[in-house]
Nanobody
Framework: QVQLVESGGGLVQAGGSLRLSCAAS????????MGWFRQAPGKEREFVAA????????NYADSVKGRFTISRDNAKNTVYLQMNSLKPEDTAVYYC???????????????WGQGTQVTVSS
């Protein structure tokens, strides 16, 4: 099973930026699709962004469109989430996962990372 390791979380003031990384231990042929989810205390896990590794096609939640960018580095087997103009409501544990069958449905993702905390202060 592919291992996914997130990094890059931390504490930032509102309006600031962070870049999350998700390194895959390997990229089997089936790992064509990867995504980011987040979960705040007392809330359900919600979709943030997804990318098709081979085509580069991306999808975003409405709440992060125009502020977050998902990208990948094929040579490093790494997916990134660049987060700009952060808001306190972006505070959550962020998880990367993949591959998926339905990008917005977390139950269709096969492998998950351990998560990284992002805290945005007002």
């Amino acid at each position: 099973q592919v291992q996914l390791v997130e990094s890059g979380g931390g504490l930032v003031q509102a309006g600031g930026s962070l870049r999350l990384s998700c390194a895959a231990s390997s990229r089997p042929y089936r790992m064509y699709t990867m995504g980011w989810f987040r979960q705040a205390p007392g809330k359900e896990r919600e979709f943030v962004a997804a990318i098709n590794w081979s085509s580069g096609l991306t999808n975003y939640a409405d709440s992060v469109k125009g502020r977050f960018t998902i990208s990948r580095d094929n040579a490093k087997n790494t997916v990134y989430l660049q987060m700009n103009s952060l808001k306190p409501e972006d505070t959550a544990v962020y998880y990367c996962a993949g591959p998926y069958r339905v990008y917005s449905d977390y139950s269709t993702y096969d492998s998950w990372g351990q998560g990284t905390q992002v805290t945005v202060s007002s």
